[in-house]
C-alpha cells in the first residue's frame, strides 16, 4: 500500500516556540493531505485539509494564524505550529489522499508526539 | 452534519471467540463510504475494511467483515477467530466524496488469552 510518513516522530520544545512537523506521501502523489489532532484516549480530529498549490481549509475552532498549513508540491505538506503552549501537546497524525479511482482512500503517517513544557 | 457513534467505549473477547463492534451513522447523503480503521498501541492508522454505500453486498477482508444495513445507517464490524494482535482502538468513520472523514468516538477491544 501506499505509504506517508511524518518527521519527527516525536519532538518536546519550550512555550513560546515554534515547531514544525513534516508529512510526506514516499510512493505516491498526493493530491490533498488532512492534518488530525488526537487527545489521549480520543478520536481523531481533523483540524486542516491542504491541496497542493492551494491555501488550507481550517475546520471551525482551529486557529488558522497558530496551525500554519503549507503544501508545497504533491508529496509534502507541512504543518507548523507557531508560538506553541502546553496546550497544545497532542499527537498530530497526517494522511494523504490519492486522485482518481481510490480517490476515497486516504493513508495515514505515523504521527508525531508534541510535548510543550 | 455528518456523525458516527460507537455507543462501545470497550469491548473484550476471548481469545479465538468472535466479537462485534457497533457503529451508527446520520447522514442525507446516498453515496458515501464507510470504513473501520484500527489503531494499535504504536497509534499508526490502520484500514480494516471499508464499504461502499452503494454496493449491497458487505465488505469482507479475512477474519473481517462488516454487516452493513444502509437504510438502519448502521455499520458494524465483527471480528472472528481473535488473535492477541487484534487488540487496540477501533475506530468507524464514514466519508463522502472527496470530503474529510468523520471518525467516531473509537472501542477498545481487549483479547483476553
Known amino acids: 500500500g501506499a505509504v506517508v510518513s511524518q518527521h519527527p516522530s516525536w519532538v518536546i520544545c519550550k512555550s513560546g516556540t515554534s515547531v514544525k512537523i513534516e508529512c510526506r506521501s514516499l510512493?505516491?502523489?498526493?493530491?490533498?493531505m488532512f492534518w488530525y489532532r488526537q487527545f489521549p484516549k480520543q478520536s481523531l480530529m481533523l483540524m486542516a485539509t491542504s491541496n497542493e498549490g492551494s491555501k488550507a481549509t481550517y475546520e471551525q475552532g482551529v486557529e488558522k494564524d497558530k496551525f500554519l498549513i503549507n503544501h508545497a508540491s504533491l508529496t509534502l505538506s507541512t504543518l507548523t505550529v507557531t508560538s506553541a503552549h502546553p496546550e497544545d501537546s497532542s499527537f498530530y497524525i497526517c494522511?494523504?489522499?490519492?486522485?482518481?479511482?481510490?480517490?476515497?482512500?486516504?493513508?495515514f503517517g505515523p504521527g508525531t508526539r508534541l510535548t510543550v513544557l | 452534519a455528518q456523525t458516527v457513534t460507537q455507543s462501545q467505549p470497550e469491548m473484550s473477547v476471548q481469545e479465538a471467540e468472535t466479537v462485534t463492534l457497533s457503529c451508527t451513522y446520520d447522514?442525507?447523503?446516498?453515496?458515501?463510504?464507510l470504513f473501520w480503521y484500527k489503531q494499535p498501541p504504536s497509534r499508526q492508522m490502520i484500514l480494516v475494511i471499508r464499504q461502499e454505500a452503494y454496493k449491497q453486498q458487505n465488505a469482507t477482508e479475512n477474519r473481517f467483515s462488516v454487516n452493513f444495513q444502509k437504510a438502519a445507517k448502521s455499520f458494524s464490524l465483527k471480528i472472528s477467530d481473535s488473535q492477541l494482535g487484534d487488540a487496540a482502538m477501533y475506530f468507524c468513520?464514514?466519508?463522502?466524496?472527496?470530503?474529510?472523514?468523520?471518525f467516531g468516538q473509537g472501542t477498545r477491544l481487549t483479547i483476553n488469552p
Open positions: 510512493d505516491f502523489q498526493a493530491t490533498t
Open positions: 494522511s494523504a489522499s490519492l486522485g482518481g479511482a481510490v480517490a476515497n482512500e486516504q493513508f
Open positions: 468513520a464514514y466519508r463522502s466524496g472527496l470530503r474529510k472523514l468523520v
Open positions: 447522514t442525507s447523503e446516498s453515496d458515501y463510504y
